[in-house]
């Protein structure tokens, strides 16, 4: 897994994989802190955190993001 | 007594509402939501087929634009029933993971699952439906399995716990029609569950025919969105599921090879 980060973080910065692609946050940010910085409602979308849905949302001001986690986040689209 | 007392229309009423798990439906047409070219086309066909459930699909949310394209935002979960599909899924694990990650997202505990086995037919996978299926229902999903017209497959999957069986009146956006009337018949005549015919349907007089075979009801989205005039297509699709619905419960006349007169032979005029 970290071999696909191969690049140097600036100190106080961690690399996260979000929906495929290598994103850089600071160090400490959570979940919310996240979701903020997309512009993304945390109801309206599912959190999947190296293969573990958080189901939690009220959790997700605490929730530390840690370096090279993998996220998938999701909603619903159009489909049959 | 008014006189358009005397010329109004009877209503019919069905005396076996479309009941799954327990949950009675108003409409025996559900829809999906796919391909429309606007959301607003998407709402006012969905809206204008009176369909109660509406399949969405999940997906990655996508980061790198500013326009939302979430089907949420469009469709008032108090007003549709939402029904998200394993849509694209190709084995029985992707097919559960999907149905983890929609049913996290807070509406119901259904699933419409698809686990296709091939790119160019998109045919389920009976081995992997079945599966993904056993797994779900022990996670107390409710599962309305898309399979192919083969009726050992779905006694397996009412066997194994679906509430619903959705066979292809052919595939996926393909807009053939039926091409197995039998067999659909064979499958509605020996499930307990709701028969719900997925995928298929071109037109009109192809809703009303798989209706006609007696099953419970119809998912379509391609036969609508597809359509020139969806919303018009969309009224059509409404009145065709019911048509089709009254002709199978009013029962049709016996087929015969020779022609039966329907005025009187008696008192024809004199040469």
């Known amino acids: 897994m970290s071999s696909s980060f191969a690049w140097e973080t600036t100190v106080g910065e961690i690399s996260l994989e979000v929906n495929g692609a290598e994103r850089r946050v600071p160090a400490r940010f959570t979940v919310a802190d996240l979701l903020g910085s997309l512009g993304l409602d945390a109801r309206a979308v599912v959190i999947e955190r190296n293969g573990t849905i958080l189901r939690d949302r009220s959790s997700f001001a605490m929730m530390d993001l840690a370096a090279d986690d993998k996220l998938e986040i999701v909603h619903f689209v159009g489909g049959g | 007594m008014a006189h358009a007392d005397l010329i109004s229309p009877v209503t019919i009423a069905d005396p076996h509402p479309l009941v799954i798990a327990g949950r009675e439906f108003r409409s025996r047409l559900m829809v999906g939501t796919g391909k429309y070219a606007s959301n607003v086309q998407m709402v006012d066909a969905i809206e204008t087929s009176g369909a109660e459930v509406v399949t969405v699909a999940v997906r990655r949310v996508d980061l790198d634009r500013s326009k939302d394209e979430g089907a949420l935002h469009h469709l ?156 018009r297509m969309a009224a059509a699709m409404k009145a065709a599921v019911e048509a089709g619905r009254n002709a199978y419960l009013a029962g049709r006349m016996p087929r015969r090879e020779v022609a039966v007169p329907s005025s009187p032979t008696i008192g024809m005029l004199g040469s």
């Open chain 2, 76 to 231: 008032d979960p108090d007003h549709y029933f939402l029904l998200a599909n394993t849509a694209g899924c190709y084995s029985a694990s992707d097919a559960v993971r999907y149905a983890r990650l929609a049913r996290a997202a807070g509406f119901n505990e259904w699933v419409k699952l698809e686990v296709i086995g091939d790119q160019q037919t998109l045919l389920p996978d009976s081995i992997g439906l079945l599966e993904a299926t056993k797994t779900l229902v022990d996670e107390g999903f409710k599962v309305l399995a898309y399979t192919n017209e083969d009726l050992v497959t779905a006694l397996k999957l009412e066997d194994a716990g679906a509430v619903a069986v959705m066979p292809l009146a052919s595939p996926i956006g393909s807009g053939l029609g039926m091409l197995n009337p039998y067999a659909i018949r064979t499958i509605k005549q020996r499930l307990s569950v709701p028969v719900i015919v997925d995928a298929g349907v071109g037109t009109a007089s192809d809703a009303c025919i798989v209706m006609e075979q007696g099953v419970d009801g119809i998912l379509m989205n391609t036969g609508i969105a597809a359509a020139q005039d969806p919303v």
